[in-house]
Every structure is written in structure tokens, then in C-alpha cells.
């Protein structure tokens, strides 16, 4: 596709149950991130994947939290026994390389809205 | 990590310039400072990035004066579309560095 996709677009779910969210970058982008952000709030940064490197998880809030990035593209961040401050939209990035220079720019989908119930 | 201070709000009109001032007093020499643009219920998108004087784009201009301890996103007559948040970013080639948003500024364009 022309740009990053993710499913679902909304999410529902009843405190404690486990949660996937996916992520398609865009084709031949190396760098995959995960953002979180709360209403009305900035971005907080979860995970990054680069290449098959493996990945920068400095930012997952618990134990809950996981991601993969299978083959390098499609990327899952799973939440395990969701509480209600996971509610969030969860947004997906990619970048051609990764490199880490701020030159080069973020690409985002339209992120994930997660409701706990 | 350099910290980024921006107002929280703006309000302009249809037609006006609008001039965002970021403030990031404790930049690196090879901190790099970009702008991101976010619309409701859409992911941020890149609009620009500069490393010092001026850089212009279709989009906006981004002044950054000599002691690059400030910026200004600058939008030429804004229309009711540039409503958003905008969002200054300062980072060097450390990913750690570039993956730091703050709160942003709203801007609102009232007809």
C-alpha cells in the first residue's frame, strides 16, 4: 500500500482480556515504531524495530506490553490482561532506514483506538 | 535529551501568518529540530526540518536563529484546515533522541 496501515481501526475490550494490534509499514522500510498516545496528550514512544536488529523496548510501560515484527515487515503489539489506563490510540510509524538521525522521517498510520472497559 | 517548551494554544483566522515558537535551550551541536503536523484522529505527518538560519518548503518556513536555542514554524495564511497540533522535535542521530513528542501546540483557525 501507499502508506502505513494498521487494524483494527477501533478496539473494545473488558478489562483483563489480551489485545493484538497490527501494523503494515510501507514497503522496503526498515524501521518500525510504536507510539502511544493518551487523549489529548503527546506521543510517548513503546518500541522500536530496526532490521533484525533486535529491538529497542525501552519505552513498553510492563511486562504486559510485547511487540514482533515478523520477516521484517508486518509488526504485533500485544497487550496482556488490559487495564483500563491502556486505553489509548496506539500508533504505528515506519522509516526507510532507521538510522536513528532525526533527518529522516516518521511515516504514520492511523492509528489504533483501544478502549478497556 | 534536549527538552522542547511550546505554547500549549493558538488561535489565528482564515488568511493570517502564524508563527509557532519552539524553545530548546539546551540543543546539541548535532541536534537537528523538525516539525510534525497532527490532525484529529490521524497519526502526526512530517511537515519540516531545519539545522540552522531558514528552510522553506510548499508547506511552511522554519526559522532558527543563530544560537539555535529557539525555532518558529511559520504557516502563510493559514486556512480552516491547518487546524491541528503541531509538534516540535529536537533530536541528533541517537534513536533514543528522536522518538521524544511533547504536548504540542494547538492550533485553532477560526473563519
Known amino acids: 500500500g501507499a502508506g502505513v496501515s494498521q487494524s483494527p481501526s477501533n478496539k473494545v475490550t473488558e478489562k483483563g482480556k489480551d489485545v493484538e494490534l497490527r501494523c503494515d509499514p510501507i514497503?522496503?522500510?526498515?524501521?518500525l515504531y510504536w507510539y502511544r498516545q493518551s487523549l489529548g496528550q503527546g506521543l510517548e514512544f513503546l518500541i522500536y524495530?530496526?532490521?533484525?536488529?533486535?529491538?529497542?523496548k525501552s519505552g513498553l510501560p510492563s511486562d504486559r506490553f510485547s511487540a514482533e515484527r515478523t520477516g521484517g515487515s508486518v509488526s504485533t503489539l500485544t497487550i496482556q490482561r488490559t487495564q483500563q489506563e491502556d486505553s489509548a490510540v496506539y500508533l504505528c510509524?515506519?522509516?526507510?532506514?532507521?538510522?536513528?538521525?532525526?533527518?529522516?522521517?516518521?511515516?504514520f498510520g492511523p492509528g489504533t483506538r483501544l478502549l478497556v472497559l | 535529551l534536549a527538552k522542547t517548551t511550546q505554547p500549549i494554544s493558538m488561535d489565528s483566522y482564515e488568511g493570517q501568518e502564524v508563527n509557532i515558537t519552539c524553545s530548546h535551550n539546551?540543543?546539541?551541536?548535532?541536534?537537528?529540530i523538525t516539525w510534525y503536523q497532527q490532525f484529529p484522529s490521524q497519526g502526526p505527518r512530517f511537515i519540516i526540518q531545519?539545522?540552522?538560519t531558514k528552510v522553506t518548503n510548499e508547506v511552511a518556513s522554519l526559522f532558527i536563529p543563530a544560537d539555535r536555542k529557539s525555532s518558529t514554524l511559520s504557516l502563510p495564511r493559514v486556512s480552516l484546515s491547518d487546524t491541528a497540533v503541531y509538534y516540535c522535535?529536537?533530536?541528533?542521530?541517537?534513536?533514543?533522541?528522536?522518538?521524544?513528542f511533547g504536548g504540542g501546540t494547538r492550533l485553532m483557525v477560526k473563519p
Open positions: 522535535l529536537v533530536g541528533d542521530g541517537n534513536a533514543g533522541n528522536m522518538l521524544t
Open positions: 514497503s522496503g522500510h526498515t524501521a
Open positions: 531545519g539545522y540552522k
Open positions: 539546551n540543543i546539541a551541536t548535532n541536534d537537528y
Open positions: 524495530f530496526q532490521g533484525n536488529s533486535a529491538p529497542d
Open positions: 510509524a515506519s522509516s526507510l532506514v532507521g538510522s536513528g538521525a532525526l533527518q529522516e522521517t516518521q511515516y
